[in-house]
């Protein structure tokens, strides 16, 4: 991968694992710093940096709850001691239960709005500070499920539809400061989440195959799909994109 993000500094959010760890991964890649940031996942957030860092990257492994404001602002102030700014923001720390109507619980329904969409204002809102009037990228993860929800998803994607929403009022806010805002919606994706429940090497899962059967281009997208597309949209390539919610989803419908 050409060096896109040399000097520059990013930070995503809910980087230990999944779509969030093949993100990071490609931006450090690209040349940017990175700052990895989880919740409770050192071990898996430590080797994601390993990985980065053995390519020659430069990264390092940041906690913080982005549901919390205090965690939010050390985590920021941290990545500023460590990197002295910001210019990349990728808002991927998100939660979801499968959860049917008469199962729903009003503290399933907090815990994913505290950190789906609480969490990404929080942490734009940090963001905005470090920027510091020379302009930046903001990356949100949304989801399909925030145009087109699943049966038993109605509190999940109602928090993807918020961050979609979030999306393109905060890229009509901070265009004027140079701040592009952008979403990627991804549907399932192949990480090792799956690949360790055995969902995809099972071909013969009916809802691995229907779910391949929806989408056009034959395949699952993965995690280094979604950094490509993060690669893009942080690199000067992408300079006048932004308000934009792009489905790295092979087509699905």
């Known amino acids: 991968m050409s060096k896109k993000l040399v000097n520059k500094v990013a930070l995503v959010t ?6 969030g760890a093949g993100i990071a991964k490609q931006l450090g890649a690209a040349g940017a710093k990175v700052v990895v940031n989880y919740a409770s996942s050192k071990a898996d957030a430590d080797k994601v940096v390993t990985e980065i860092t053995s390519n020659g990257g430069t990264a390092i492994a940041i906690q913080g709850d982005v549901s919390k404001s205090n965690d939010v602002t050390r985590l920021f102030e941290e990545t500023k001691n460590a990197f002295g700014g910001l210019d ?20 399933d329904y907090r815990k994913m709005f505290d950190v789906n969409v609480l969490g990404t204002l929080l942490a734009s809102q940090a963001a ?11 990356i949100n993860i949304s989801s399909v499920a925030a145009k087109d929800p699943e049966v038993t998803l109605s509190t999940y994607g109602a928090t993807k539809a918020a961050m979609s929403l979030i999306t393109r009022s905060l890229s009509q806010e901070l265009g004027p400061k140079n701040i592009r805002v952008n979403s990627l919606l991804p549907t399932m994706v192949l990480t090792e989440g799956l690949a360790s429940l055995g969902l995809v090497a099972n071909t013969d899962n009916p809802y691995i195959n229907q779910m391949i059967d929806r989408t056009p281009l034959g395949r699952l997208a993965t995690a280094e799909d979604f950094g490509n597309m993060a690669v893009f949209l942080s690199s000067d390539e992408a300079s006048m ?7 790295v989803s092979g087509g699905f419908k």
């Open 14 to 19: 809910g980087a230990s694992k999944g779509i």
């Open 88 to 107: 990349i923001l990728v808002n991927n720390a998100g939660i979801y239960w499968v959860t049917p109507l008469e199962n729903f619980i009003e503290d």
């Open 128 to 138: 905005l500070k470090l920027f510091d009037g020379k302009g930046g990228s903001i």
């Open 241 to 247: 994109v932004t308000g934009q919610e792009i489905g």
